[in-house]
């Protein structure tokens, strides 16, 4: 049977099938495969690079923004980097069969908590061929099946990149059926996908936050929720002006792109005279747009009057919000109002003051005199980075190979009843 | 303002601007306050019964069945007992504030994983008083706020206790919002709770099979899927028959009504002949109804014909299903289809079969040589169970206090920016 002809129902049958044997490959295993999948990668580079050339062509008639077209664009030296990130993925300790909890009853039952695979992994995400690769080698490494549906953008090159991956598993003799992927189905593919409760055993889209909030609202498969991130950094009233500026400025203008750069600035009032002027100008040294309240367009020169919706904004951009509040409580009902709950960092040299703002914030990752942009899970030293979760459930944070993995409790008796 | 004017929207706000201060109270506050709701339920006792008796008889008049009348019954014992699990809850260790996972990066920054609440733990559950007070210590236990919707048939029982409940909070100088109800709103109060995403952090459903499925369905909140347990228990080629029917007998018989009582038992044919007629035997005489297919009733007599509904049956009742399969690969296929992933377990002398068994079966929790009744937060030591989590996120099997919190990363640094 040709898979072309398949539903993506039964696609995804065919996933969780397949998932039996990936959950049962050793260490040894996943890391030969993972190699030999990069190889496949290499090996087929000029057939992924042309396939590129034909979503690139058709994006471009189709009007997608020169930004959406890069971030598309495959050429031989990004197909050689997906593979050697998967090579990267490889080599990485196995998160599967680590013992969490280990204890003998009273009666005599041996009781381990032994992490499992969860089974089969969905993902939802934008037209980035990178992410194709990048979780199907995270999900693959942990020992589950995985189900994409990119952007339809990058149908071709997502055929191309799979259809080398799948290669791989058949010549190792891993049942192709492991890797599965949608796109061909449009939007049906992806609402199938997040109705396939019992069959995909999690969902992690990636993506714009409206994005998220579609597959976080409408999926009845369990969803980790990644990504957006409305970051505060608040520049306490002992904050040193060095440091203080060095953080937003790093915060912010390192990399505006990503979810872990600053988006607002909160200023105590009482260092906003000898503060907001100094790191105002190191933003505009370094290229920001600053959007102030109106103390902020008293204190500093050169500031964008802000407006409501300043506040809410992930600008994604050379652009920052800047707001002088009265006190710490003030910061915090600030926080508490606009924080999408991913990072936010207070510098200070008053160590109850971080404390308090280290206890009461309540985000993902939570900092004292460091640049929010540490929120990575390469710079945590999980090695990889799965997504960087923002909520409670689950995993909380940056997620490495472990959150991609479950538990079970395996019991040993030799006879036990209940009395 | 009065309570009763506000919305289920309103009254959910509330809990979660209460739940801050829940989350900074510390162990000896949570033990104090737990104790303090415990005496204001037996103070309370009579208050208590007399609304009772208003669902009672709003309950026999609209036809509940015996069974359902009974569960809904609280007389002065119940209510003692009640207030007794309060006071066994409070004596157990604070989950919150644990460290979990600690290290200092190469550039010094240092990192904490610490347990903090979720924040507002919401449930959804069916007309039994009990869970009205044991989710509510559960989840201040554990520094969270609740939101409780209990069945409208116990609505005046639930008012009593959540009245109770709330004035030792604010005899205590706890927020008495951080336990609210929605009986009120009938079902609107079901659906506002499903769509609280961003107020209510967790649901956790409690009841029956139907009732789960419509929160994991319909949920945008993140929903712990707790309960339904089509459990099963594999007599491989080697089981010793005495362990056999002891462990069938027990996992059936010792409680059939709970989640992790057995509903099917499946027997290898190599030892069908041995072991049918007198498992068989024993279920019996302990007045279970015995529902085989057709090599059970060749086998052993009074077995009633199963058809295809036993094997998917929960039955909850001194009713079990039993088939002969073909071998192990069999039984694998077998729980594959029927199991909702609760608890499986083999019986036998074979080593290599027992270890098959548990690396294959995909539940929650996978035993050898033990009952099925062993799976339960009291028996696993955790002091008190939140439910038993048939889900793969967060949370899976027996789920005590801890799995009542989330984590956050604390990372405090001295200037850090990242290069």
Chains 1, 2 share one sequence.
Not at 377 to 394: C, D, M, N, P, R
Not at 397 to 410: A, D, F, I, N, Q
Request: aromatic share 2%; with cysteine.
């Amino acid at each position: 049977m040709t898979v072309t002809t398949l539903g993506a129902r039964e696609r995804m049958l065919l996933a969780q099938r397949a998932s039996r044997q990936i959950a049962r490959l050793d260490d040894a295993a996943k890391t030969a495969l993972l190699g030999a999948i990069a190889d496949a990668i290499d090996r087929d580079s000029e057939e992924i690079v042309a396939a590129n050339r034909v979503d690139l062509e058709r994006g471009a008639e189709s009007g997608l923004s020169a930004s959406l077209l890069d971030r598309l664009t495959l050429d031989e030296a990004r197909v050689g980097a997906l593979a050697e990130a998967v090579r990267e993925v490889a080599g990485l300790p196995d998160p599967v069969a680590r013992v969490l909890e280990e204890k003998t009853l009273p009666n005599g039952l041996h009781l381990q908590k032994v992490s499992v695979p969860f089974g089969v992994v969905g993902s939802i995400y934008e037209a980035r061929p990178n992410v194709t690769v990048d979780i199907a080698a995270l999900a693959l490494r942990s020992g589950n099946a995985v189900v994409l549906r990119g952007g339809t953008a990058a149908e071709q090159t997502n055929a191309a990149l799979v259809a080398a991956m799948r290669s791989a598993l058949t010549e190792n003799g891993v049942d192709a059926d492991a890797i599965q992927t949608l796109d061909a189905f449009g939007r049906d593919g992806a609402t199938e996908l997040m109705n396939a409760r019992g069959i995909v055993d999690v969902l992690v889209p990636r993506g714009s936050a409206q994005l998220i909030e579609t597959v976080v609202t409408q999926s009845s498969v369990p969803v980790i929720e990644t990504g957006a991130g409305v970051v505060h950094v608040y520049l306490d009233e002992s904050a040193p002006l060095e440091r203080a500026s060095s953080i937003v400025v790093n915060a912010k203008a390192q990399r505006p792109s990503v979810c872990n750069a600053a988006e607002t600035v909160l200023v105590h009032a009482g260092a906003a005279e000898r503060i907001v002027a100094p790191v105002v100008a190191a933003l505009h040294a370094a290229g920001v747009t600053v959007h102030g309240d109106d103390a902020v367009v008293r204190l500093a020169d050169g500031i964008v009057p802000a407006t409501e919706e300043d506040w809410a904004t992930e600008y994604m951009s050379l652009d920052i919000a800047m707001r002088v509040v009265d006190d710490m409580d003030d910061a915090l009902d600030h926080i508490r109002r606009y924080s999408t709950h991913h990072t936010e960092s207070i510098i200070t040299d008053d160590d109850a003051a971080a404390e308090r703002f280290l206890a009461e914030v309540d985000s993902a990752v939570v900092m004292a005199n460091a640049s929010t942009r540490f929120t990575d899970g390469g710079e945590f030293g999980f090695g990889a980075e799965v997504g960087i979760s923002t909520q409670k459930l689950h995993a909380r944070g940056p997620m490495g190979l472990r959150e991609l993995t479950s538990t079970k409790w395996v019991v040993r008796g030799s006879g036990q009843v209940r009395g």
